[in-house]
T-cell receptor, first 114, second 113 residues
Framework: EAGVTQSPTHLIKTRGQQATLRCSPI?????VYWYQQALGLGLQFLLW???????NRGNFPPRFSGRQFPNYSSELNVNALELEDSALYLC?????????????FGPGTRLTVL | GESVGLHLPTLSVQEGDNSIINCAYS??????FIWYKQESGKGPQFIID?????DKRQGQRVTVLLNKTVKHLSLQIAATQPGDSAVYFC????????????FGRGTSLIVHP
């Protein structure tokens, strides 16, 4: 069974540009979570999508947005990039929205803002 | 032993030793806890979980202990191997909360052959 996949692996942008990151969940999983992991820090929750709807949002500005497609894949968009947006962006999926559903993580997209 | 560096707390052990990684959580309403392992260049990987109605849970070579009185969680790894070298995160979920786990800062485990 294929795991969670993310693309691209690395992304280099300049300040003010826009970035789009993509995530494909494990087949059959309907929930997708996005996290930001800055160097040396824990995971900071960004967004949660389930069945195509945004279920929850972390404490990030509106220039962080995303969506979930009918096939449950998801994309994260970051507008007006700032230097401090440089981080590893992780996507995770779960089979549903159960409280104890295990999150399965992808390898991440390393975003560098110059 | 365990030390706090400039970035992540680090635990250095010899291969074959038992490792204990500690985590303090903040919310007494947290009722579900998860340990993840993150190897360099990879996403976090689920290790083991425990609900607040339990004090101990065992997996393969790993044991999680929960002390609700002092809001403390620990992960014990038996016979630590070089492949165990990674950053370990604890995460908590708050009962009646948002279903989103709150992750700790992580501990770097270094296993010396």
């Amino acid at each position: 069974e294929a795991g969670v996949t993310q693309s691209p692996t690395h992304l280099i942008k300049t300040r003010g540009q826009q970035a789009t990151l993509r995530c494909s969940p494990i087949s059959g999983h309907t929930s997708v979570y996005w996290y930001q992991q800055a160097l040396g820090l824990g995971l900071q929750f960004l967004l949660w999508y389930d069945e195509g709807e945004e279920r929850n949002r972390g404490n990030f500005p509106p220039r962080f947005s995303g969506r979930q497609f009918p096939n449950y894949s998801s994309e994260l968009n970051v507008n007006a990039l700032e230097l401090e947006d440089s981080a590893l962006y992780l996507c995770a999926s779960t089979p549903g929205s159960g409280y104890t559903d295990t999150q399965y993580f992808g390898p991440g997209t390393r975003l560098t803002v110059l | 032993g365990e030390s706090v560096g400039l970035h992540l707390p680090t635990l250095s052990v010899q291969e074959g030793d038992n490792s204990i990684i500690n985590c303090a959580y903040s919310n007494s309403a947290s009722d579900y806890f998860i340990w993840y392992k993150q190897e360099s260049g990879k996403g976090p990987q689920f290790i083991i979980d425990i609900r607040s109605n339990m004090d101990k849970r065992q997996g393969q070579r790993v044991t999680v202990l929960l002390n609700k009185t002092v809001k403390h969680l620990s992960l014990q790894i038996a016979a630590t191997q070089p492949g165990d070298s990674a950053v370990y995160f604890c995460a908590e979920k708050i009962g009646g909360g948002s279903y989103i786990p709150t992750f700790g800062r992580g501990t770097s485990l270094i296993v010396h052959p």
